[in-house]
């Protein structure tokens, strides 16, 4: 009996996170909480940050980026999903001297409760569900203007009683073009295995092979990037290999204040209704930096379905 409980819980699960993300619905890998965006300001730019620098948080996107840190850095945020679905991050980064620069992470996501019921349909209690992933990561220099990174991460999920582990590893490149205000990158995330299963059946991860590149157009307080996602997936025609892109576009209009803008046009896609997608697929935000602080807000539309707000901390030390 209590596998046609466990089922019928897993099922309603499935449903429940389906109906708040339609991205994660898509997939048929397991752990797909870890292509959701982590910070506000990698989420207001719809997730174009792969040849960013500086940032702390750029660690679950790209460890390369890593290396480039001025200062020791931290940042900590929460996520309010759809429903009642919660999720949020710490990450801090620093440098280790001539050894090269060290980071550290946490991702989390807490599903809330769900009703438990028999083969009857007869509710006989609740259950939760969360996901988790701890990362570690260092950022080198192979030559100058060119860095790389790894990190490995360790995963935690369940479901009602049951559990799953997994370890994981992602790989980055940053160059920064001499001369130039533009900036190059590359990252393969989530290359890795279960470690254990929630029913003895073996799942693979969402590897995703991410490139991109960002620039400063002259004589405009506009850092704009562009980034070409999931290129190791397979599609039906050359085309469709380069659907799912992203652009963000981050404007400087003051030392204190920044507003940045995104669209996703993979999701975008995945997330049309009906026919008009609404807003879906855009994401916007905002930055207001006091003296080492910075506060980071970002909105990013569903569409129909609804919005999701994000809200960053981070700061110097």
Known sequence: MRGIFARASLLALGLSIAAA??????????????RNDVDARSAALAGSVVSLTDDPSLLFYNPASLATLDLSRGSAGFFKHLLDINSG???YGQSIGDLGHAGMGIVYTNYGSFDQTDDLG???GTFTASDLALSLGYGGTLDENLYWGAAAKFIFSSIAGYHSTGLAG?????????????TLGAS?????????????????????????GSIVPRGIPLLLNIN???????????????????????????????LRVGFDNQARKDLQTGPSAGLAGFSAGVGITVSATRVDYALSSYG???SLHRISVSSSF
Request: glycine letters at 10%.
């Open 21 to 34: 993300d339609p991205l994660q619905a898509q997939t048929t890998t397991v752990y797909s909480f870890l």
């Open 89 to 91: 991050y710490a990450v």
């Open 122 to 124: 007869n509710t006989i």
């Open 170 to 182: 992602d790989l980055g490149l940053l160059y920064l073009i001499p001369g130039s205000k533009i």
């Open 188 to 212: 393969v995330r989530n290359m890795g295995t279960q470690l254990s299963t929630y029913a003895g059946l073996h799942e693979p991860l969402p590897v995703d092979l991410t490139v991109g």
């Open 228 to 258: 070409l996602h999931r290129l190791n997936e397979s599609a039906d025609t050359f085309g469709d290999r380069f659907r799912a892109f992203t652009i963000g576009g981050e404007f400087t209009l003051s030392r204190v204040f920044v």
């Open 304 to 306: 129909a379905i609804g």
